[in-house]
Structures are given as structure tokens and as C-alpha cells.
């Protein structure tokens, strides 16, 4: 299983662009990797889903070096609505692998005004 | 369209009564997720159906916890003789499991969850 590694917590302020690293040095070659937004009191948010290089979509970016032990959620100019946990996933997305199940405890981000 | 639901939304019982917790998947979708969150932690993975086979159970955490889905749909999340350990949010989530290979989303999409309180 594809473990990984996140900071517990960051804080930010509004407007700022808040960058979050994961690290998954054991990463297979059929793995994605994969992050989700949760907010208080409800269930976890697909945010995007990368394998290598650059994803952009209309909430987020995420950066994934060559090696991809490690991969970067990029959020531009965040506000205040964007307090929440957000995970880390690495795993085979061909359906049903235990790597898609392993969560963690995520990291808390903070924004302040 | 319907997203994943879950029923009821809060569910307080007594300990060591038996509780029954419902998941209705997004249509179509074949796996369906089993996880617990307690207060301020991670998620916590219980059980993963493909179809209406479990093949992964590894996550229960004792034999009072059982889950059963049937017609490839519903799952229900059977907790007997409950404990107040047992008290946290149970979510449930479905994805569609599509074929391998690059470039298929298997994205989980989350039901809003069940949070049970044992006394």
C-alpha cells in the first residue's frame, strides 16, 4: 500500500496562494494520485487527479515531479471558504484497490482574513 | 443527478442495542466504501463492495461490525451490541469503477454521513 505523508496543519490568509505537499515515496507505476476537500460536517470533496506532470481544473492545480514521490495541491488566491481538511490519496485506480482507501488524517489548512 | 445518501442523518441509541445504518449509492456506480470518522480524525476505512461481493473486509473492527448489499445497490452497515467507542460519523461513499487503464477517473463521491452517538 502507497502510504502518505502530509503536514498536519497551515494556516494562510485570504487571497494568498496556499501550496500543499504530500509525500508518497513508495508510489507504483499503476497508482493516481488523488485529492479531497472536507469541510466540517460532511463527507469528503474530489478536488483533481493527477498521474504525472501538471493538472489544472477550475479549483485547483496539482504538480507532480518526474520521480512523483511527492506531488503539490496548488490553490490560487484562497478565501476564507476554503477552511477544510484536504487528503492525500495514492493508488491503483483500476477500481477497488486498497491504495484509493487509505485517507489519513489529511491536512487541517486555516484561512484567516 | 441523486447523489449518495445515507439514512438516518443522526441516530442516538443506548449501548449494547443493535443499530442498522443505510447507503444508497449514486445509480450505476458498482463499489461502494464503508468508512468511520470520529471526532476530529481521519477516515477510518471499514469495508469496500464490488457489486455485491466484499472482497475487502479487512477494515471492520471486530465481529459485532457487518455490512451486506444487495441487488448490486443498497448497502446497509449492521452494528450489533454497540458500544460508545462505536460513536462517530459513518460515511459511506460509491465510485463507478471503470475499466483499467490511464485516464479513468475513479473518483469516490461521499454520502453526507451518520453520525451515531451511543450513551
Redesign the interface.
Given at each position: 500500500l502507497a502510504k502518505t505523508t502530509q503536514p498536519i496543519s497551515m494556516d494562510s490568509y485570504e487571497g494568498q496562494e496556499v501550496n500543499i505537499t504530500c509525500s508518497h515515496n513508495n508510489i507504483a507505476t499503476n497508482d493516481y494520485i488523488t485529492w479531497y476537500q472536507q469541510f466540517p460536517s460532511q463527507g469528503p470533496r474530489f478536488i483533481i487527479q493527477g498521474y504525472k506532470t501538471k493538472v489544472t481544473n477550475e479549483v485547483a492545480s496539482l504538480f507532480i515531479p518526474a520521480d512523483r514521490k511527492s506531488s503539490t495541491l496548488s490553490l490560487p488566491r484562497v478565501s476564507l471558504s476554503d477552511t477544510a481538511v484536504y487528503y492525500c490519496l495514492v493508488g491503483d485506480i483500476r477500481g477497488g484497490s486498497q491504495g484509493n482507501l487509505i485517507f489519513g488524517k489529511g491536512t487541517k489548512l486555516s484561512v484567516k482574513p | 443527478g441523486a447523489g449518495?445518501s445515507q439514512s438516518p442523518s443522526n441516530k442516538v441509541t443506548e449501548k449494547g442495542k443493535d443499530v442498522e445504518l443505510r447507503c444508497d449509492p449514486i445509480s450505476g456506480h458498482t463499489?461502494l466504501?464503508w468508512?468511520r470518522q470520529s471526532l476530529g480524525?481521519?477516515?477510518e476505512?471499514l469495508i469496500?463492495f464490488?457489486g455485491n461481493s466484499a472482497?475487502?473486509k479487512?477494515?471492520l473492527p471486530s465481529d459485532r461490525f457487518s455490512a451486506e448489499r444487495t441487488g448490486g445497490s443498497v448497502s446497509t452497515l449492521t452494528i450489533q451490541r454497540t458500544q460508545q467507542e462505536d460513536s462517530a460519523v459513518y460515511?459511506c461513499?460509491s465510485?463507478l469503477?471503470?475499466?483499467?487503464?490511464?485516464g479513468?477517473?475513479?473518483?469516490?463521491?461521499?454520502?453526507?454521513?451518520t453520525r451515531l452517538t451511543v450513551l
Amino acid at each position: 500500500l502507497a502510504k502518505t505523508t502530509q503536514p498536519i496543519s497551515m494556516d494562510s490568509y485570504e487571497g494568498q496562494e496556499v501550496n500543499i505537499t504530500c509525500s508518497h515515496n513508495n508510489i507504483a507505476t499503476n497508482d493516481y494520485i488523488t485529492w479531497y476537500q472536507q469541510f466540517p460536517s460532511q463527507g469528503p470533496r474530489f478536488i483533481i487527479q493527477g498521474y504525472k506532470t501538471k493538472v489544472t481544473n477550475e479549483v485547483a492545480s496539482l504538480f507532480i515531479p518526474a520521480d512523483r514521490k511527492s506531488s503539490t495541491l496548488s490553490l490560487p488566491r484562497v478565501s476564507l471558504s476554503d477552511t477544510a481538511v484536504y487528503y492525500c490519496l495514492v493508488g491503483d485506480i483500476r477500481g477497488g484497490s486498497q491504495g484509493n482507501l487509505i485517507f489519513g488524517k489529511g491536512t487541517k489548512l486555516s484561512v484567516k482574513p | 443527478g441523486a447523489g449518495v445518501s445515507q439514512s438516518p442523518s443522526n441516530k442516538v441509541t443506548e449501548k449494547g442495542k443493535d443499530v442498522e445504518l443505510r447507503c444508497d449509492p449514486i445509480s450505476g456506480h458498482t463499489a461502494l466504501y464503508w468508512y468511520r470518522q470520529s471526532l476530529g480524525q481521519g477516515l477510518e476505512f471499514l469495508i469496500y463492495f464490488q457489486g455485491n461481493s466484499a472482497p475487502d473486509k479487512s477494515g471492520l473492527p471486530s465481529d459485532r461490525f457487518s455490512a451486506e448489499r444487495t441487488g448490486g445497490s443498497v448497502s446497509t452497515l449492521t452494528i450489533q451490541r454497540t458500544q460508545q467507542e462505536d460513536s462517530a460519523v459513518y460515511l459511506c461513499a460509491s465510485s463507478l469503477v471503470g475499466t483499467s487503464g490511464r485516464g479513468v477517473s475513479d473518483t469516490q463521491y461521499f454520502g453526507p454521513g451518520t453520525r451515531l452517538t451511543v450513551l
